[in-house]
């Protein structure tokens, strides 16, 4: 049985909303990259986020704190 995850180690997202012929797009895209769309939609945030680091942008919430500490 697998270890349960704790609330620090992830969070589960809802996107809403999504339109239908994006999400396909997505779902081709991640089957060419043999990829779930779960794994695809993670590189492309983890990508994204790893430009912005690069260009000094700063990605932490004021003081250190998570959405978990409020």
Do not use: C, F
Not at 35 to 52: N, T
């Amino acid at each position: 049985m697998p270890a349960k995850r704790t609330k620090l180690e992830s969070r589960d997202i809802l996107l809403r909303d999504l339109p239908a012929s994006l999400a396909d797009k997505v779902k081709v895209a991640a089957t060419l990259h043999r990829s779930s769309m779960k794994d695809y939609i993670l590189e492309i945030l983890r990508s994204h986020i790893a430009d912005l680091e690069q260009k000094g942008v700063v990605l932490t919430l004021p003081d250190g704190k998570t959405n978990a500490d409020r």
